[in-house]
């Protein structure tokens, strides 16, 4: 595999990583992946495991989670065909499943990381660490929020969440998008590469190609469009050392109206059925 660029930990480690092109899955890998990664998780500033709420950063963050609740309930909710069964893969602090419950949704999810799974219990949302620990049922819908690229031993994980979906069922996926403007525009400091917890790095050619052999279809996508402005505010702080909250913007905006023609979000949705 060629090499496509080196991009760094911003977030905790400072340390180097290489990023090399999977011609075969028009996919990107993260090169070496550390045997421990609990411990790249171990920062106050990796916000999906906090309800942080102290810098511009973090509420942005927070203000767009809150849109975004209701439009992934939208999603779920037209794709539901079945008992309204919720799996939640990677949950972080639980808001999306809080959510979900209220409105009539019987919820379960996973998330390995001790504080999240904490800040979930306190709403009343209860987290398991693996998919090994949860209860023996299938899923009306199974959804992983910017998960799928934390994730290691990627075909077996895929075969493992498959297996738990229902016949009729539906997987949402939602990844960033290395195609994306933003992401050649900031190139090794797109903030969405965020190695080395990000372990791969999909485009929208690749994600049928990694289900495709899991017996999944890719049914519809759906852009993020928030995505692209937190993620350039983020890769403005890596690349000059301050928030240029304007040109932030202008990259994210204008990364958003040329996807509308390239189609290559900044992150995308995949809806997927089984073949």
């Known amino acids: 595999?060629?090499?496509?660029?080196?991009?760094?930990?911003?977030?905790?480690?400072?340390?180097?990583?290489?990023?090399?092109?999977?011609?075969?899955?028009?996919?990107?890998?993260?090169?070496?992946?550390?045997?421990?990664?609990?411990?790249?998780?171990e920062s106050d500033e990796y916000i999906s495991h906090t309800d942080s709420a102290v810098s511009l950063l973090d509420k942005v963050y927070q203000f767009v989670k809150q849109l975004n609740l209701r439009s992934k309930l939208s999603l779920i909710n037209s794709n539901s065909c079945g008992d309204k069964?919720?799996?939640?893969?990677?949950?972080?602090?639980?808001?999306f499943l809080a959510f979900s419950k209220t409105k009539g949704w019987k919820v379960v999810g996973v998330e390995p990381n001790k504080r999240a799974q904490n800040k979930a219990a306190e709403k009343g949302v209860d987290l398991k660490d693996n998919l090994k620990a949860l209860p023996e049922q299938h899923f009306d819908v199974i959804t992983l929020w910017h998960v799928l690229e934390h994730l290691p031993d990627l075909d077996k994980q895929i075969a493992e969440m498959v297996s738990l979906l229902k016949d009729n069922g539906t997987l949402i996926v939602a990844?960033?998008?290395?195609?994306?403007?933003?992401?050649?525009?900031?190139k090794n400091f797109w903030a969405a590469f965020d190695v080395p917890r990000h372990l791969w790095h999909f485009s929208?050619?690749?994600?049928?190609?990694?289900?495709?052999?899991?017996?999944?279809?890719?049914?519809?996508?759906k852009p993020m469009i928030f995505d692209a402005f937190y993620?350039?505010?983020?890769?403005?702080k890596y690349r000059t050392g301050k928030q240029h909250f304007f040109r932030a913007f202008c990259v994210g905006l204008y990364s958003n109206i040329k996807?509308?023609?390239?189609?290559?979000?900044?992150?995308?949705?995949?809806?997927?059925?089984?073949?």
């Open 85 to 95: 069964s919720l799996l939640d893969i990677g949950a972080g602090t639980g808001d």
């Open 175 to 186: 990844v960033p998008n290395y195609k994306s403007f933003d992401a050649g525009f900031y």
């Open 231 to 236: 993620v350039s505010l983020l890769s403005e």
């Open 1 to 41: 595999m060629k090499l496509y660029l080196k991009s760094k930990d911003f977030t905790l480690s400072g340390e180097t990583f290489q990023l090399l092109y999977d011609s075969k899955r028009d996919m990107l890998i993260t090169d070496p992946q550390p045997k421990d990664l609990s411990k790249y998780y």
């Open 259 to 275: 996807a509308l023609w390239s189609k290559e979000y900044s992150s995308v949705i995949y809806i997927l059925k089984r073949a």
């Open 204 to 221: 929208r050619k690749s994600i049928p190609i990694v289900f495709d052999k899991h017996g999944m279809k890719v049914v519809k996508t």
